[in-house]
């Protein structure tokens, strides 16, 4: 019954690596995303995809690869990881509809780099 | 980037309380959206707001849309233990797949 769903929960790398973060999400939406949250609990838009294309793109580095399979699908590379890049990261979906555009978030990946 | 002000920044009470907390933006915004997070989980959807004026209830939760369109407030009726936890509140411009803007956060705490 999981509706937004991520792999791993928890991920620890050294500096220098690169990972990836998967997502999916059963609601039949057509929109994903990825949100970033600082220790201080601040939350960010990173990405946005709709029906597979990008469609915001906040200033990210662009060591920070998102790619869209499909639209139940959205997963997030890093490349050449920095201890800056430790935080929590979120997956979202939501409807593209006028109306019905609440966004559902996943549980999160707590990602440290040591 | 912008972020929301949502104030209190805490709050700490008692059991069977009654709380009150509000987001404010300089900008228009056309939905709002109150989310409440767990230690360790991801946001959870309370309330969604779309209409200037609009007041949504969800059990014990009671969110309104500023008419100005640029506040919103939640109000948490006869508090409960589980209630712990950050409060945040979300805005968004268009009505369809435009980003999320995040609140500060409220962090709730709640003593028996």
């Known amino acids: 019954d999981t509706a937004v769903s991520q792999t791993p929960k928890y991920l620890v790398t050294q500096m220098g690596n690169d990972k990836s973060i998967k997502c999916e999400q059963n609601?039949?939406?057509?929109?994903m995303y990825w949100y970033k949250q600082d220790s201080k609990k601040f939350l960010k838009i990173m990405f946005s995809y709709n029906n597979k294309e990008l469609i915001i793109n906040e200033t990210v580095p662009n060591r920070f690869s998102p790619k869209s399979p499909d639209k139940a699908h959205l997963n997030l590379h890093i490349n050449s990881l920095e201890l800056g890049d430790s935080a929590v990261y979120f997956c979202?979906?939501?409807?593209?509809?006028?109306?019905?555009?609440?966004?559902?978030f996943g549980p999160g990946t707590r990602l440290t780099v040591l | 980037g912008q972020q929301l002000n949502q104030s209190p920044q805490s709050m700490f009470i008692q059991e069977g309380e009654d709380v009150s907390m509000n987001c404010t933006s300089s900008s228009i915004f056309n939905t709002w959206l109150w989310y409440k997070q767990d230690p360790g989980e991801g946001p959870v959807l309370l309330i969604a707001l779309y209409k200037a004026g609009e007041l949504t209830s969800n059990g014990r939760l009671t969110a309104q849309f500023g008419i100005t369109r640029k506040d919103s407030f939640l109000n948490i009726s006869a508090s409960i233990p589980s209630d712990v936890g950050i409060y945040f509140c979300a805005g968004q411009r268009s009505y369809n797949t435009d980003k999320l803007i995040f609140g500060t956060g409220t962090r709730l705490q709640v003593f028996p």
């Open positions: 979202a979906s939501s409807h593209a509809r006028p109306g019905l555009s609440e966004q559902f």
């Open positions: 609601l039949g939406h057509d929109t």
